[in-house]
């Protein structure tokens, strides 16, 4: 069976409620996502709810800021998943599945995005990495940075 994966937070979220006391899944909801895309992509799924309701606990800012990446890595170690954090150099030609978390500028602010990926060893596909739904395809982590202007980018690999 094919993993359900969602690939726009907007649309899917449009209804899901708060983030946090303060936040919004459809704005600041992007880490929960990317947990749970990538619980489907390791064939370990879990319900989208509840990584919105544990993560949404602990959002940074009461939600307005997003998923602390703390609380992400002890809900994912909660689910069976070992999260380990990798360097830049160490993720091309990987296989298998991997949270991303950059940092970039937009109108002037600093923002931040997580996005679950899949190494397929010629490169990467980005789940919930574009405001219009597509799946983007990287040839590398460091294209991935690139496209999105990142200032910072962290890497888990996950088992």
């Not at 979220?13 to 909801?29: P, R």
């Not at 070992?82 to 599945?97: C, I, S, V």
């Not at 919930?128 to 983007?136: A, E, F, M, T, V």
Request: with cysteine.
């Amino acid at each position: 069976m094919e993993p359900s994966l969602i690939h726009k937070q907007a649309a899917c979220c449009a209804d899901c409620g708060s983030y946090g006391k303060k936040g919004n899944v459809a704005a600041n909801g992007c880490g929960a996502i990317a947990a749970y895309n990538a619980g489907q992509l390791l064939g370990r799924p879990f319900s989208l709810q509840e990584a919105l309701l544990v993560l949404g606990s602990s959002a940074l800012a009461h939600g307005r800021m997003g998923t602390n990446p703390f609380a992400l890595v002890r809900f994912l170690k909660a689910k069976g998943i070992r999260p380990r954090r990798r360097g830049l150099a160490k993720t091309e030609g990987g296989q298998g599945a991997y949270i991303a978390l950059y940092l970039y500028t937009l109108n002037g602010r600093i923002s931040s995005h997580y996005a679950a990926l899949w190494g397929e060893g010629d490169g990467f596909l980005a789940y919930n990495d574009s405001h219009d739904g597509q799946i983007r395809q990287y040839a590398s982590i460091y294209e991935m940075k690139k496209a999105h202007n990142a200032k910072a980018l962290w890497i888990w690999e996950l088992r």
